[in-house]
T-cell receptor
Framework: SQKIEQNSEALNIQEGKTATLTCNYTNYSPAYLQWYRQDPGRGPVFLLLIRENEKEKRKERLKVTFDTTLKQSLFHITASQPADSATYLCALSSGGSYIPTFGRGTSLIVHP | NAGVTQTPKFRVLKTGQSMTLLCAQDMNHEYMYWYRQDPGMGLRLIHYSVGEGTTAKGEVPDGYNVSRLKKQNFLLGLESAAPSQTSVYFC????????????????FGPGTRLTVT
């Protein structure tokens, strides 16, 4: 069956360091992959999309990589700040589908 | 531009009671979705709609019904609430654009926290 895996353990890092979150998937042929941010008590907010034919995407301090051979996406936040503390969700969609399937998310805690 | 709004924000129901959750969007989006989010389970799709008057089942549709009578509104109904339906419910909407530059972004509402006792 299709499965999306994100580390259930929270990632704790010091301010200024680079945070790296992982999204692994199995039995999937995603056309694209998205990353969302979710703050406590709020709905997810879209951050970035990367397509199957793209290796890397950047937006300000954010960088996403997509390796369809390893079936993995990495999400990086450089020069992390306490305000980056949140849960980050990855979501995959197969070709022809406009409906993503979400991972369970990984909590990021940035310590001052 | 309010984006996606949800009513109510909180609700406590007794087992067997019914209720309707309302989702409204002012972005003229064709697609709308209802998700539930439970600890350790992530977001799971309940029902979705690709346009006014159309609905379809998602991953966990049992115990829920939906209606999309107007493009801007998507209603989620619980006919006979059960404790297993205690959850946070999110509505989302998105554009139909699936071109090469589309982000396929889903816009989420603030959520409804429902407790069934």
């Amino acid at each position: 069956s299709q499965k999306i895996e994100q580390n259930s353990e929270a990632l704790n890092i010091q301010e200024g360091k680079t945070a790296t979150l992982t999204c692994n998937y199995t039995n999937y042929s995603p056309a694209y992959l998205q990353w969302y941010r979710q703050d406590p008590g709020r709905g997810p907010v879209f951050l970035l999309l990367i397509r199957e034919n793209e290796k890397e995407k950047r937006k300000e301090r954010l960088k996403v990589t997509f390796d369809t051979t390893l079936k993995q996406s990495l999400f990086h936040i450089t020069a992390s700040q306490p305000a980056d503390s949140a849960t980050y969700l990855c979501a995959l969609s197969s070709g022809g589908s406009y409906i993503p399937t979400f991972g369970r998310g990984t909590s990021l805690i940035v310590h001052p | 531009n309010a984006g996606v709004t949800q009513t109510p924000k909180f609700r406590v129901l007794k087992t067997g009671q019914s209720m309707t959750l309302l989702c409204a969007q002012d972005m003229n989006h064709e697609y709308m979705y209802w998700y539930r989010q439970d600890p350790g389970m992530g977001l799971r799709l309940i029902h979705y709609s690709v346009g006014e008057g159309t609905t379809a089942k998602g991953e966990v549709p049992d115990g829920y019904n939906v209606s999309r009578l107007k493009k801007q509104n998507f209603l989620l109904g619980l006919e006979s609430a059960a404790p297993s339906q205690t959850s946070v419910y999110f509505c989302a909407s998105s554009y139909t654009d699936r071109g090469p530059t589309s982000s396929y972004e889903q816009y989420f509402g603030p959520g409804t926290r429902l407790t069934v006792t």
